[in-house]
């Protein structure tokens, strides 16, 4: 049951910064001179919060 709410928790950490990171990415395209540097990086750093995140379900599923 721990580990349970331990998966839980982390899970729902990941999906918070993987929503704070597009509202980033979302205010830097509203700028007028957006960086597209940061624009990558922040991509990236999402698309690394969703794949835990599916990594974490899929085990949390197995």
Same mark, same amino acid.
């Given at each position: 049951? &721990? @580990? %349970? %709410?331990?998966?839980?928790? %982390?899970?729902?950490?990941l999906?918070? $910064?993987h929503?704070?990171?597009? @509202? !980033?990415? !979302? &205010?830097?395209? +509203? $700028?007028?001179?957006?960086?597209? =540097?940061?624009?990558? @990086? =922040? +991509? &990236?750093? +999402?698309?690394?919060?969703k794949? !835990?995140?599916?990594? =974490? &379900?899929? %085990?949390?599923?197995?």
């Open positions: 049951m &721990r @580990r %349970r %709410r331990h998966v839980i928790n %982390r899970m729902a950490a999906a918070a $910064r929503d704070a990171v597009e @509202r !980033q990415i !979302q &205010r830097e395209l +509203k $700028r007028p001179a957006p960086d597209d =540097l940061a624009i990558t @990086r =922040l +991509k &990236r750093i +999402k698309l690394a919060l794949d !835990q995140l599916y990594a =974490l &379900r899929a %085990r949390a599923v197995a």
